[in-house]
Every structure is written in structure tokens, then in C-alpha cells.
């Protein structure tokens, strides 16, 4: 084994002396043979002999072609094998000149470069001598590898961080951003809208973290930067410690109006409210604004964010106030009025400023948010009485609205009675608001005693108003007033058209019949016009009937033939149920048997209804109507009838009627028409008659029978 191993050493030490030996020969020789010498000896580049003999060779060479091949050739053995690094990384700069070589040589360096601070600091000269792009990026990537830059890579890092592109710029700041060595100047440079994004970003994000405000940069990115996202990162960078700044604050009111992305307006928006600081500076900045504003709008918007702050910052509530004695939008002033009179309850000396203004204001809508805000502040005494009464006569229906308001707050003291009962003629203005015209109705209508004026208010509006409400209230006003004063205040033209147009008998019971005498003629139309059955459901609602109208009427007025004819329609086409009434409608029908329609209307009441109506009350007004002539007049109608459903109700009436005289005899003449003694119903209706008469009915029905017929034989009928 051991002379195998022997053989070996010194086959390979043969080699080595015969690669040496040609190695040696390479200087001495021409080109051609350069390559086939070198190719030779390469296959033993592993011994550190031909390593050393392979640089020396390749430093003295001058043709950069073969010093290109040769460098390639020592590259693939690796760098362990080489004794002398440090003069090998000289060789290698030495050669970065040679365009044939350098794509060999920069990623050995670059290998070298990762641990060894010479090989870092000749590709740092070189990227400084050189300003090829792909060179640069090349050296660059290797000089980026180590996490813990020296400090002469920070300073190489900041003196080529203008010069590289978009995509090394960001890996260099990224790497001085960690280590925190970026200058302040230099962050703020970084922060311009034509530096990539996503630097931008990068560095934002550092000033985040590390509550860096750079307020000149951050503003003009605000204004300037294509970025929706970093414009709203700039925004809540700048908010980190407050809006101290008039320029900080025009930005973010740029943002907040014009910006197009509802984010960074958002933003904006929530800046404004929770960082603002309200310096005199700002306030006067502020004010400034809103007295040049144009856009209505963008100062309404701006009012909304300072309303706030009106709460806590007596300088800013008196710098507004201060901005209504100037020539701002009346719009914007109304605004102004609105805010500031949420803080009158709480502020005397406001609440006076406020009454003082209401006189001083020209505008209408002004002085419409200025009784709105003078009404918020509950006061207890008379003092804003005639403030209200002379608001209530202004143009403006909004400034009658906020009087209105107001005259709900003022207690209904004995004091106070006049002004509140003197607001009435308001209530005439249908324009206003339903619901404060229905409150003031109902206060007022609390005060016992109304002046006369007052209640002719409610009287006109009980006519022309058209909501049920507040008519309700005018009629209870009017109730009282008559049930307090007599009839003088009753509208008899007003209580007509109700019951006869608007079929509503509210407020007319019972009035009329106390005060009937005051005025008989329209009492007895409104009266009649009651009995019109549009009217049923509000006399239903007044707990009045038509019965008890027809008694009072015959009483009074008298019961004429429109009456008598309501009286008879009403028994002939009442719905069943309501009999206990017919005895009534009879009853008033008496008082006029001289009305014609009652011949021909009383019997067809007869055979229509003689099961529901007091058959003996219609045999005493049938007596007054005919007289001696009824027998003969109740023999011809009866004697039409051909039906059973015809002669049942005669009969009935002879059973009810028995003692009338030629009561029997009419009965005979009832047996005697044709084909009646048959029928069960006749039968019944026969045998009680006979009763009530004390007579046979069995031999009145068989004195009847027509001749021929046998007793008791029916002969051929239906059944057959």
C-alpha cells in the first residue's frame, strides 16, 4: 500500500515539475502556443506552486484577450486554494480596466467583497470611476449583501444615492432608513411628489414611526402628489402634533375642499376636528377665511367643523360673533346665528347680544335664527312677551314659526293670558306649520275666558281651516264661548253649511236647543238640514237622533209635509232593528195627518212592514186621515189582493184592530176572496182574528167558501 501510495506522490509531483516547466516556457512563446501551454498546465491549477505561477504569468501578461482566459480558468478552482488574496484582489482592480475581463472579475470581488473590506473598497473606487448602468448595478448588488454596513459604506451609500435608479435608490434608502443615518435635510428631499412612490412610502412610513414632520415637504405633497394614499398619510403625519401653523391649515382646507378622493377628504375632515389648535393665529386665520369665502358651501362646510369648538373656546365664539358686524353671505351669517344660538342657554351675555341683534338684523331668514336661539333659553318671566307679539306680525312665515315657538314656552300665567290669547290671528295663516299652528290652537283654547276677537278667530278658522284637529279645538273654543256668553256667540250661518254641506253637527248639540229662541228660522233650517243622512254618523257621534230632532221640531217649528215625508221614508226603508223608532215616526205623522202622501204612503206601509209597526197608532192616524170613509177604502184595497203575502197584513191589522166596528165584516170579505181559506199562514192569521173577535173561525171559514165545493173537500191542488 504504501509504495502504491508512493507511486502516486510521485506520479503527481512529475506532473506538477512538468506543468511548472510549462508554465515557464509561456513567456518565451507566441500566442498560439501561450493557449495550448496554458490549456495544459490548467489541469493542474490546484497546486498552490501553479496557482502562484499562474498569477505571476497573468499579472506580467499584456494580452488582455489571454489574461480574459486565463482569469476564467483560475476562477473556476475557487478562492481557497489561492495563498496570496490580498495581492490577488490588487491584481484584480488592477484589471477592472480591461473591458475583456471585468465580467469576470466584478463577481470576484464581489465574492471577496462579502468578507473582505479591501476587495468593498476597490469595487466602491471603481463604481465611482465608472458610470456604466449595468456595471454599477453589479457592483452595487454585492455591496449591499453585508446587513452591518461600515461606516465608509454609509457614506458611499449617501454620496450615490441621487446618482442610481428608481429601483437601487429604494434599497439604499430603505438600508440608510434602518440604520437611521439619513440625514433630516435629506428625509425632507425624499419627500417631493416626483420621487418614486414607493420611496415616498418608505419614508413616510419612517416619519410615522418616528413622529418626523417636515411640514413645508408634507404640504406640498398634500397639494401636489398623484398618490391618493400618500396624500392621506401626509394629512395624518401633519396632524401628529397639532394644526399649529395658518400654512399647515390652508393645506388641510385645500385637502378637505378641493382634494378628488373622498379618502384623503375624509381625512382631512378628521384632522380638522381632533388636532386643530385654536392659537389666535388660527382663529384670525380662520375668520379671515370665512369673510372671503365665495363658495356658500365650503364656509357652511367650515362652520360645521368649527362648531365644535365654539363649546370650549370663548375666543373663537367671540371671534364669530366679532365676523356677524361685517359684511359676510347671509347665508353663511344664518349658519353663524344657528351655531352660536346652541350656546345661548348656557350664556347670558349672549342671549342679550342676541335680542340686541334681532333689531340691528335686515335679513328676515337672520332674524328667523335669531328667535330660534332666543326661544332655546327658558326664562320664567314677561319679559320676552311683546318680543314675540311683534314677531309674530314680520313677513316672514319663518319668523312667525320661531314666535310661535316661543309663545308655547311663556306659562300660562294670568299675566301672560293677554299675549298669548292676542297670538290667535296666527292661527289664520294655513302656510305655517300645522303642528305649532295645533299647539298655540290648543293653548290659547285653555284660556277661560277669550276675548271676543280671539274667539272670532277660531270662528273663522273652524270655517275655512281644513284640518280635523284644529277645527276640533275652534269648536271646543266656540262651545265655550257660548256656554259662557249665550247665543251671541253662536254663527248661525257657520252652523248651517256644516250641517248642510260638510254634514258635521259638531258643536251644534245641544246649543240648539238652549238657544233656539235667539234665532228660530235658522235653528229650524239647520235642524232639517241635520235629518239629511250624510249626517247619520256625526249625529251617531253627537249622541243626538232624528227622533229627538222631529219631537223638538214639532214641538217648536211644527211638523210639515217635508217632515211628515221624511217620517214615512224613514218607516218605510229603516233597516230592521230600529223598529223601537217606528212608533215615534207615527207619533209625528199625527201631527200632520193632513199631508197627502200619507193616503197612498200608509198603506203601503201596511202590507210592506205590518209585522214590525204598531198597527193600532196606524189605525188612528189612518181614522184621522179617512174618517168614515175607511171601511170603505180598506174594502177596495183589500179586494186587490190576489196573494196570501197581500191579504195577510189586512188580516193582521182586523186582529190588532177588533173592536173597530166593521172589523167582523171585513173579515168575512178577507174569507171570501178566492183560494185563501186554503193557506196555512191565512189559517193562523184567521183563527187569532176570530179570537180577538170572539167569533167562530171554522164556521167563518166554511160560510166563506165559494159554492160548489164541499166542506172540508180541498179537491185538486199542488200535491196532486
Known amino acids: 500500500m504504501s509504495t502504491l501510495l508512493d507511486e502516486i506522490k510521485a506520479r503527481r509531483n512529475a506532473n506538477t515539475e512538468q506543468s511548472l516547466m510549462m508554465l515557464d516556457m509561456v513567456p518565451l512563446s507566441d500566442t498560439d502556443t501561450k493557449y495550448s501551454l496554458l490549456s495544459s498546465a490548467a489541469h493542474y491549477l490546484h497546486d498552490p506552486a501553479i496557482i502562484q505561477k499562474w498569477i505571476a504569468l497573468l499579472a506580467a501578461e499584456t494580452d488582455t484577450q489571454l489574461k480574459a482566459d486565463m482569469l476564467f480558468r483560475l476562477a473556476a478552482i ?328 316661543g309663545i308655547l314656552l311663556i306659562p300660562l300665567t294670568a299675566e301672560n293670558t293677554r299675549v298669548v290669547a292676542a297670538a290667535a290671528p296666527v292661527l289664520l295663516h294655513q302656510e305655517l306649520s300645522r303642528e305649532l299652528r295645533l299647539l298655540l290652537a290648543r293653548k290659547i283654547s285653555c284660556i277661560p275666558r277669550l276675548p271676543d276677537a280671539a274667539i272670532q278667530v277660531f270662528s273663522r278658522l273652524a270655517d275655512h281651516d281644513t284640518d280635523n284637529q284644529i277645527k276640533a279645538v275652534c269648536i271646543e273654543v266656540q262651545e265655550q264661548a257660548i256656554t259662557q256668553n249665550g247665543g251671541e256667540h253662536i254663527n248661525w250661518e257657520q252652523w248651517l253649511h256644516k250641517a248642510d254641506v260638510e254634514h258635521d253637527l259638531s258643536g251644534i248639540f245641544p246649543h240648539i236647543w238652549l238657544f233656539y229662541d235667539d234665532n228660530p228660522r235658522m235653528a229650524n233650517s239647520i235642524l232639517r238640514a241635520a235629518l239629511h243622512p250624510g249626517n247619520s254618523g256625526s249625529s251617531y257621534q253627537q249622541d243626538v237622533s232624528d227622533i229627538e230632532i222631529l219631537r223638538f221640531l214639532s214641538v217648536n217649528g211644527g211638523i210639515d209635509d217635508d217632515l211628515s215625508r221624511y217620517a214615512l221614508q224613514q218607516l218605510l226603508q229603516t233597516d230592521l232593528g230600529n223598529e223601537s223608532k217606528f212608533k215615534h215616526y207615527l207619533l209625528v205623522l199625527k201631527s200632520n195627518p193632513a199631508c197627502e202622501d200619507l193616503k197612498e204612503g200608509l198603506w203601503l206601509l201596511l202590507e210592506k212592514r205590518s209585522r214590525y209597526i204598531p198597527l193600532i197608532q196606524l189605525d188612528e192616524l189612518n181614522k184621522m186621515i179617512w174618517g168614515d170613509g175607511l171601511e170603505a177604502e180598506f174594502r177596495r184595497r183589500l179586494s186587490k189582493q190576489a196573494t196570501v203575502a197581500g191579504v195577510v197584513p189586512y188580516m193582521q191589522y182586523l186582529a190588532v184592530n177588533n173592536t173597530w166596528e166593521p172589523a167582523p165584516e171585513l173579515l168575512k170579505a178577507a174569507v171570501q176572496i178566492t183560494g185563501m181559506s186554503e193557506e196555512r199562514d191565512f189559517k193562523e192569521v184567521l183563527t187569532q182574528a176570530c179570537r180577538n173577535m170572539g167569533l167562530d173561525a171554522a164556521a167563518l171559514a166554511s160560510a166563506g167558501t165559494p159554492p160548489g165545493t164541499p166542506a172540508g173537500n180541498d179537491g185538486p191542488g199542488f200535491a196532486d
Request: glycine share 2%; hydrophobic share 40%.
Open 78 to 405: 475557487g478562492f481557497s486554494a489561492i495563498p496570496d488574496k490580498t495581492g490577488f484582489i490588487t491584481l484584480l482592480s488592477d484589471m477592472l480596466q480591461q473591458d475583456e475581463s471585468r465580467d469576470i472579475i466584478l463577481p470576484l470581488l464581489g465574492r471577496f467583497s462579502v468578507t473582505d473590506k479591501n476587495a468593498r473598497e476597490k469595487l466602491r473606487s471603481f463604481y465611482l470611476q465608472q458610470d456604466n448602468a449595468d456595471t454599477s448595478r453589479q457592483i452595487l448588488s454585492w455591496l449591499l449583501i453585508p446587513a452591518d454596513a461600515d461606516e465608509a459604506d454609509i457614506t458611499f451609500y449617501q454620496r450615490i444615492i441621487d446618482k442610481v435608479d428608481a429601483d437601487d435608490k429604494r434599497v439604499l434608502v430603505n438600508r440608510l432608513l434602518l440604520q437611521d443615518r439619513l440625514e433630516p435635510a435629506k428625509i425632507e428631499k425624499l419627500l417631493q411628489p416626483e420621487e418614486p412612490a414607493a420611496i415616498k412610502e418608505m419614508v413616510l412610513r419612517y416619519c410615522v414611526d418616528r413622529s418626523l414632520i417636515f411640514e413645508t415637504a408634507l404640504c406640498h405633497l398634500v397639494r401636489n402628489d398623484a398618490s391618493p394614499v400618500l396624500r392621506k398619510w401626509s394629512i395624518q403625519l401633519l396632524a401628529v402634533h397639532g394644526i399649529r401653523e395658518t400654512g399647515v391649515l390652508d393645506t388641510i382646507l385645500h385637502a378637505l375642499k378641493q382634494d378628488p378622493d373622498p379618502a384623503v377628504r375624509q381625512a382631512a375632515h378628521q384632522v380638522f376636528i381632533y388636532s386643530l389648535s385654536l392659537t389666535p393665529a388660527i382663529i384670525a386665520h380662520l375668520c379671515d377665511s370665512l369673510l372671503t369665502e365665495k363658495d356658500t358651501s365650503t364656509a357652511s362646510q367650515l362652520l360645521q367643523l368649527l362648531a365644535p369648538y365654539t363649546e370650549r373656546n370663548e375666543s373663537l365664539t367671540n371671534a364669530l360673533l366679532h365676523l356677524l358686524d361685517k359684511d359676510i353671505q347671509t347665508a353663511v351669517a344664518v349658519q353663524l346665528y344657528n351655531i352660536l344660538g346652541r350656546l345661548v342657554p348656557k350664556r347670558f351675555t349672549l342671549f342679550e347680544k342676541f335680542i340686541s341683534a334681532y333689531d340691528k338684523e335686515q335679513h328676515d331668514d337672520c332674524k328667523a335664527a335669531i328667535l330660534k336661539s332666543i326661544t332655546s333659553a327658558v326664562t320664567f318671566g314677561d319679559e320676552l312677551n311683546s318680543f314675540y307679539e311683534k314677531a309674530l306680525e314680520a313677513p316672514s312665515h319663518a319668523i312667525k314659526e320661531w314666535a310661535i315657538q
